[in-house]
């Protein structure tokens, strides 16, 4: 008896298998809380009337109760997601997971306080750890699953685009530190302030607060903006082909299926002829 209550709130705190209602409810309702909460971190920036306040107090508790079970028997339930482990190290493994951080991390602000007594200017930016939450969107929607099967796939692909850009951008910046500092040395004081024009640069965000006047320096504005236009896009074709990737995969698939049901059908159908002909 345990052991089927255990796996059944397993099935319905996971992602909703095709057909389980009470799956599909809750995970219609966490996805809703969520979304109020983050809607609640947003109105909370406004002047409201004490009375709003009050009112989104109250969900944030009822929010953080029900995150709270959520959590707890998902660590209750974890030696059933790695069920080739004993319970314990499955326990800790969850409790180390990306998601299982991503949980604990938007309710320890409510609790911080009650346990010891902290600034309320730490408080505040505590609580906007609650966005957090919006992250756990991605346990109950197959789109996001998708993103980030992809990026997990391209990983290695995307480890090398993304650390050549950096690289272009450290020395890109140090180039244009010695060659406007001269001409400049209030805007361009260290390297740093290089860095700085060149994440603007690579990212086509012009700020208009640090830009080179020396020719030399327009010259290599020029250069790394052209540059920074191709590997920009390097990330995004990477991720682009991963999509098609996967596709392709899905449709394989599914013709794999097909062919092995034809297949099935077929000896059916063999089967079936040759119990009429013996009958």
């Known amino acids: 008896m345990y052991k089927k209550i255990k796996r059944r709130v397993f099935e319905i705190i996971e992602k909703a298998e095709k057909g389980d209602t009470a799956s599909k409810i809750f995970d219609t309702f966490i996805m809703v809380l969520i979304i109020v909460n983050v809607l609640s ?9 004490h009375d709003a306040r009050v009112i989104l107090f109250k969900v944030e508790v009822f929010s953080v109760a029900i995150f709270s079970v959520e959590y707890i028997l998902r660590v209750w339930t974890a030696d059933l997601l790695y069920e080739d482990l004993p319970p314990m190290r499955a326990r800790i493994k969850y409790i180390f997971s990306f998601m299982a951080l991503v949980d ?8 911080i306080p009650l346990v010891i007594k902290v600034d ?10 609650r ?11 197959k ?15 995307l480890f090398s685009a993304v650390f050549m850009l950096f690289i ?19 805007v361009y004081t260290n390297a740093l302030s290089g860095l700085w024009w060149s994440i603007a640069i690579f990212t086509s965000v012009w700020l208009g607060d ?6 030399a320096g327009k010259l290599l504005c020029a250069v ?10 390097v990330p995004t074709g990477i991720i682009s082909s991963g999509f098609v990737e996967n596709s392709d995969e899905e449709d394989d698939e599914k013709l794999r299926i097909l062919r092995e049901l034809k297949a099935e059908i077929a000896d059916l159908r063999e089967k079936l002829d040759q119990a009429e002909s013996q009958g």
């Open 143 to 157: 789109s996001m699953h998708k993103v980030l099967d992809v990026i997990r796939e391209k990983s290695a692909e």
């Open 210 to 215: 640090i830009y080179p006047i020396t020719v």
């Open 104 to 111: 604990l991390f938007a309710i320890l602000p409510f609790y």
């Open 168 to 186: 272009l951008m450290l020395i890109s910046s140090v180039l244009i530190y010695y060659i406007e500092s001269p001409a400049q040395p209030d």
């Open 41 to 49: 971190v947003f109105v909370e920036t406004f002047r409201i009337p």
């Open 120 to 129: 309320l200017r730490i408080l505040r930016m505590l609580r906007l750890i």
């Open 224 to 233: 790394m903006a052209i540059l920074g236009v191709a590997l920009i896009a």
């Open 131 to 141: 966005l957090l939450r919006a992250l756990k969107v991605n346990r109950y929607t």
